[in-house]
């Protein structure tokens, strides 16, 4: 039997969202950020980290105690073209809106600004804030450290997290150039996605302590956090299909995102104390604009960039193709078919926003309700 699939329309998605955080302590305007990034996700076509993991991710942990409702930034250090900042455990993506921000700011006055973030948490799609930098012509670049999930190549031990390395690009088209994706194969946001949807994990992606594949999904994400399992490196197990490359770009981001501001890594961001009790992750991301602009021009940039993006799309397609795609260009199309539409909710996620809605006594009624 076929779901029955519904869509939330784009302004109560986001408004139920904001006054849930609200309800849990989170200050207005500091909501109305947090529910604007995970809208994004949505409106990007990017379903593992919009409403998907509202709950599980950001509410629960409030409630857990493990995740401030309420973020204070505090300012370690600073020069004029870098700054580190201590977000202390509060929401990531007021931490990681805040921080572009002033690398933002300081690529105005300098040409580039890098922004160090210690003492954080999840903050949502990476590409949301390599995209605030190509609004204002830069390029923006950001990373960030997680819990551990990926393997060394070689290895079968959960070491390092699914470490996304991210760059946005400003062009002269209607979007820019965003590539936002983990240094794993999938990232763990996809398995919480495939077992909410009842579906298995594909072989190959998950590596077991005994060097098998999983594929079941619930048990992969119970071997995850018990250490059972581990999210292959971007290119795969081994050598042959180069994952040595995805476990060298994981290093450089945990090394960027931890050493920088003299943070945790590795280990050490399992949220889990060593009495066995859950504890903040304390994660760290780091954040780079650079201005076109200071360069042969911004509108010399985006128009060179916006060729080499044609050129590949207009190339040779394998015979069984119809269209080579570019990075951001798929988001751009989710946007394009679901900006009328609203957001494709399934009903494990239906039954999620009803029980938040109970248990924060919040006046919704959905759509998808008979």
């Given at each position: 039997?076929?779901?029955q ?12 969202m904001?006054d849930?955080?609200?309800?849990v ?6 909501a ?6 995970l809208t994004e ?8 980290h ?13 409630i ?8 204070e ?24 809106h805040?921080?572009m ?17 210690r ?7 990476a590409?949301?804030y390599?995209?605030m ?12 450290n ?5 393997a060394p190549t070689y ?8 470490n ?7 062009t ?8 936002d ?16 949807e009842?579906?298995?994990?594909p ?13 079941d999904s ?5 071997a ?25 770009y994981?290093?450089?981001v945990e ?10 890594y ?5 949220g ?6 859950k504890?903040p992750?304390s ?14 021009g ?8 916006g060729?080499i ?15 080579i795609?570019?990075?951001g260009?798929?988001?751009y199309?989710?946007?394009r078919e679901?900006k009328?539409k609203?957001?494709p ?5 239906q ?10 006594n ?9």
């Amino acid at each position: 039997m076929t779901e029955q699939r519904y869509y939330l329309d784009w302004q109560t998605a986001f408004s139920f969202m904001r006054d849930a955080f609200v309800s849990v302590g989170v200050p207005a305007a500091d909501a109305e950020i947090c529910a604007e990034i995970l809208t994004e996700s949505d409106r990007r076509g990017i379903d593992s980290h919009g409403l998907n993991r509202f709950k599980p991710i950001y509410i629960d942990r409030i409630i857990e105690g493990i995740l401030n409702p309420v973020t204070e930034i505090e300012i370690l250090r600073e020069t004029p073209t870098t700054a580190v900042l201590d977000g202390h455990n509060g929401m990531g993506m007021v931490i990681g809106h805040k921080a572009m921000e002033i690398a933002i700011k300081k690529a105005k006055t300098f040409g580039m600004g890098m922004v160090a973030v210690r003492n954080s948490t999840h903050y949502g799609i990476a590409g949301y804030y390599a995209t605030m930098a190509t609004k204002e012509n830069m390029i923006g670049i950001t990373g960030t450290n997680a819990r551990p999930s990926i393997a060394p190549t070689y290895g079968v031990e959960n070491m390092m997290g699914t470490n996304p390395l991210t760059f946005g690009l400003p062009t002269d088209e209607e979007f820019p150039f965003v590539l936002d994706c983990a240094t794993s194969i999938t990232q763990r946001g996809k398995i919480e996605y495939f077992e909410r949807e009842g579906k298995a994990t594909p072989a190959g992606m998950v590596i077991a302590r005994d060097g098998n594949a999983m594929t079941d999904s619930s048990e992969i994400l119970k071997a995850l956090v018990s250490g059972e399992a581990a999210l292959a490196p971007l290119g795969g197990i081994g050598d042959e299909l180069a994952g040595y490359k995805g476990y060298g770009y994981a290093t450089v981001v945990e090394i960027l995102s931890a050493a920088l501001q003299a943070g945790s890594y590795m280990k050490a961001l399992s949220g889990i104390s060593e009495n066995g009790e859950k504890k903040p992750y304390s994660l760290g991301h780091f954040f780079i604009a650079i201005d076109t602009e200071a360069f042969m021009g911004a509108e010399e940039f985006k128009k060179t960039a916006g060729n080499i993006l044609r050129e590949l799309r207009a190339s040779q397609k394998a015979p069984t193709e119809s269209r080579i795609y570019t990075a951001g260009e798929k988001e751009y199309d989710a946007w394009r078919e679901r900006k009328n539409k609203g957001v494709p909710i399934g009903e494990a996620l239906q039954a999620e926003l009803c029980q938040v809605r109970e248990m924060l006594n919040l006046p919704y009624k959905f759509s998808f309700e008979k």
